[in-house]
């Protein structure tokens, strides 16, 4: 007790003489010093008086917020019971989640309750009861709003006999609509973001403009391209065709009406159809005016003097053009079969809808389709709720941000242009007690809600009353300790309620400080583990979508190549079908004028047959003059028909000299050539003649040259026998000359017998030494004829 009044009467030091004066020597150590002097300098608050309720040893003291120059690292809660252990991402049973801005708050920085919409001007935020009851109720406003957000999210709201048609987008036009997005993307986030950082007369005063002018021009897009551009050209009356193409390429608004003109021209109608097309005044207007020109339709004059009356015919077909909010009493040009709403401005429940849909029959409603581009602006404000004009804006800058990458991009289920245009006439046409409307309906945009655990505010309110009054007594309801009810209410300031006790012995206060830093360092480590997969992840997308936009942009030359090549096609095959229609008009016309020209002529001859036939039977002179003008004309007549004759007869003649004439001139050339012929022939004969004479010499002569080389040869063939005979016969003799004198009957003894070896030069009769060797004797014998 001494010690510690020792201690309280010492003058507390400051978080600078602390740190100057730090003892500690590891980290922990000059941290919890630090702490300890911080909430040391720290005065209790005066509005609070002590209380009677009991605490525990380790209370959690009263502490000031750490501020970001002094490094404090937080800690993280003190729990009464151990967490549950946490594996990977899971955990056993869901753990109540406190909002970072709640745990966080800062008086100063009222920014970090996000987007509750609650002014904290009329709050009173001195103590941390207050601000914990302040973000809760922030929280359940802004749970409440998305909950109803959810809840009235029905999809795309239409009245009765109103229908929706989603259409795509042209690529330039989606690159317009991003850029425009894009520019704008800065001040989309702070309009998003910045309902709880300010007050709602800041917002409409400087975002919320900003932020209707871009839906607007993101509308224009939608509609038209050149809405957007400042001033309009005037096109003369030879260009409103090249307007028309303009806008079917530009807008499947546009092409949408183009394929109903087209549909309605190709259809037998048997009642005529009335269209009224209401749109945006001014330049809109305009704009439909020009393409209702360029489609060959007739504007018909006012027959109000002194009032624009916006009425296009053909046929059976007529446009008739309403501005939006018009006036409710100008009746319409014909009784209207369908209103097509071309743009954002078209509200059904305006008097002058009301009284267009009513016209012919107060039971029976004029159906209204509506022209949208799928996943735009105009198609996500009409699957908003009904809210506040600031809350509703906001929604609609949120979600037409967020679907701004499928803008354009129609359902799968979804028709082509042309199918729609030819569904609806066919819609149009069926009996009216019996239609139906078979084009798909149109799908619901999804509202993304952020999640946020539905215990924040609950678990928020449990900690204002339990930072009020708390009973701390034993484990599993023992009985609170009485030595300590003396003891006051401690309050821990809000932004501080993560710190734990200093009053704990240093070594359990070690344990927790260093246990959660283990704890925070494994969660970093995971943390940058993720943060590592995610971008790796996102480097992937991003280099995929650069290989898309790269296709795309390969693509996008082709496309147009094709797209403008197909228009150019169409419009020559209409001006071909124009200028058949006109040249078949033109055809009849002169069928007709040839017609009415022979029954006058026919006519006139009656007439004059009748004229001369009265004055022949009036007799006197005129009829003696008529009958001799009569004879002259008989005569006339047959004089002309025998000059007629004479003169067929002198061209027959004339053309029978000539023929004589060239079959004279044919005869005579054959003649010449067929003397030519002969003398050709006589030539060849005699040419031939001596060719036969020489060609037999020539063989007699080879014939010749044959024999004689043949003596030559059978000439030099019997020299060399003779040569070789007589070189035999002088071997012959030879041999004759040099054989010795033999005994062939000596019998005496002591003789030489007949053997093969006593005598190898004899020539005698067997005396070879084997049966396939000759001897000397036989070589003429066997001489081989060359």
């Known amino acids: 007790m001494e010690g510690s009044a020792s201690n309280d009467s010492q003058r507390p030091q400051s978080v600078a003489e602390a740190a100057r004066n730090n003892p500690g020597t590891t980290f922990l150590e000059r941290m919890t010093y630090l702490r300890a002097a911080e909430r040391a300098s720290i005065k209790p608050l005066q509005s609070l008086t002590e209380s009677e309720t009991p605490s525990s040893a380790g209370d959690i003291e009263p502490s000031a917020p750490p501020t970001a120059a002094e490094g404090v690292i937080p800690l993280s809660v003190r729990h009464d019971k151990a967490p549950p252990a946490r594996l990977g991402h899971e955990t056993a049973s869901p753990v109540p989640f406190v909002a970072p801005q709640a745990l966080h708050y800062n008086p100063d920085q009222p920014a970090l309750l996000g987007e509750a919409g609650v002014k904290l001007g009329t709050t009173n935020l001195s103590t941390p009861t207050a601000s914990l009851e302040l973000a809760a109720q922030q929280l359940d406003h802004g749970a409440s709003f998305e909950k109803r957000v959810m809840e009235e999210h029905k999809g795309v709201s239409l009245g009765s006999f109103e229908f929706a048609i989603p259409l795509s987008m042209d690529s330039r036009v989606k690159d317009d609509y991003d850029n425009t997005l894009e520019e704008m993307s800065k001040n989309i986030r702070k309009f998003v973001a910045g309902s709880a950082s300010s007050t709602g007369a800041e917002i409409e005063d400087s975002l919320a403009p900003q932020m209707r002018r871009m839906i607007e021009r993101l509308d224009n897009i939608s509609t038209h391209p050149d809405l957007n551009l400042p001033d309009q050209p005037s096109s003369g009356s030879l260009e409103v065709e090249k307007e028309a193409s303009w806008a079917e390429y530009s807008s499947s608004k546009f092409q949408f009406l183009g394929y109903f003109i ?332 040839i017609s009415r020209l022979r029954d006058e002529k026919s006519a006139l001859i009656k007439d004059l047959e009748e004229a001369r036939q009265t004055i ?53 050339q054959s003649g010449i050539e067929v003397r030519q012929l002969g003398e050709q022939v006589e030539e060849l004969k005699r040419k031939s003649s001596g060719e036969a004479s020489r060609l037999k010499e020539l063989r007699t002569q080879s014939t010749e040259k044959e024999h004689l080389a043949r003596v030559q040869e059978l000439e030099k063939l019997l020299a060399s026998r003779e040569k070789l005979l007589m070189m035999k016969e002088e071997e012959v003799k030879d041999l004759r000359k040099n054989r010795p004198a033999t005994r062939s009957t000596s019998t005496q003894p002591r003789s030489p017998k007949f053997a093969g070896m006593s005598r190898p030069a004899s020539p005698a009769p067997n005396s070879s030494t084997g049966s396939n060797n000759l001897g000397r004797g036989s070589v003429l014998r066997f001489r081989v004829e060359p």
């Open 262 to 593: 087209d549909a309605v021209s190709e259809a037998s109608l048997a009642r005529p159809i009335h269209v009224i097309v209401m749109a945006k005044p001014g330049t809109t207007i305009d704009i439909l005016t020009k393409y209702f020109l360029g489609k060959q339709l007739e504007k018909n004059p006012s027959e109000v003097p002194g009032k624009q009356q916006s009425v296009f015919t053909s046929g059976h077909l007529s446009f008739e053009l309403r501005m939006a909010g018009g006036d409710p009493t100008a009746t319409p040009f014909k009784e209207p079969s369908i209103i097509i709403a071309l743009d954002s401005s078209f509200n059904a429940s305006d008097p002058t809808v009301i009284q267009l849909r009513t016209t012919s029959s107060p039971d029976r409603l004029v159906p209204v389709v509506r022209l949208i581009i799928s996943n735009t602006a105009e198609h996500i404000a009409l699957c908003l709720p009904e809210f506040s004009d600031l809350d509703k804006l906001r929604l609609l800058v949120k979600y037409t941000n967020f679907y701004s990458s499928v803008a354009g991009e129609v359902q799968d289920d979804a028709l082509g242009v042309q199918e729609n245009a030819e569904e609806t006439l066919r819609y149009l046409l069926s009996d009216p007690d019996a239609r139906e409307w078979t084009l798909p309906d149109v799908e619901v945009v999804g509202i993304p809600i952020s999640e946020q655990s539905s215990l924040e505010p609950e678990q928020l309110r449990t900690m204002s009353a339990s930072r009020q009054k708390r009973w701390l007594g034993q484990d599993d309801g023992e009985e609170v300790d009485i030595e300590n009810s003396s003891k006051r209410q401690r309050m821990t300031p809000f932004q501080d309620i993560t710190h734990i006790s200093d009053s704990m012995k240093g070594q359990t206060q070690g344990t927790q400080e260093a246990s959660p830093l283990k704890s925070q360092g494994k969660s970093d480590t995971a943390e940058n583990a993720e943060t590592r997969e995610l971008r790796a992840t996102l480097e992937d997308l991003q280099n995929r979508l650069q290989a898309v936009e790269a296709n795309f942009a390969n693509l996008q030359h082709r496309y147009e190549s094709k797209h403008e090549l197909y228009h150019k096609i169409r419009r020559e095959l209409n001006q071909t079908a124009e200028s058949a229609k006109r040249s078949a008009a033109r055809v009849e016309k002169q069928k007709e004028e």
């Open 616 to 668: 022949r039977e009036g007799g006197g002179l005129p009829a003696d003059l008529e009958n001799a003008k009569e004879e002259i004309r008989k005569l006339s007549e047959e004089n002309s028909r025998l000059e007629r004759v004479s003169q067929q007869e002198r061209s027959q003649s004339e053309f029978t000299r000539q023929q004589y004439q060239n079959a004279s001139s044919a005869a005579a």
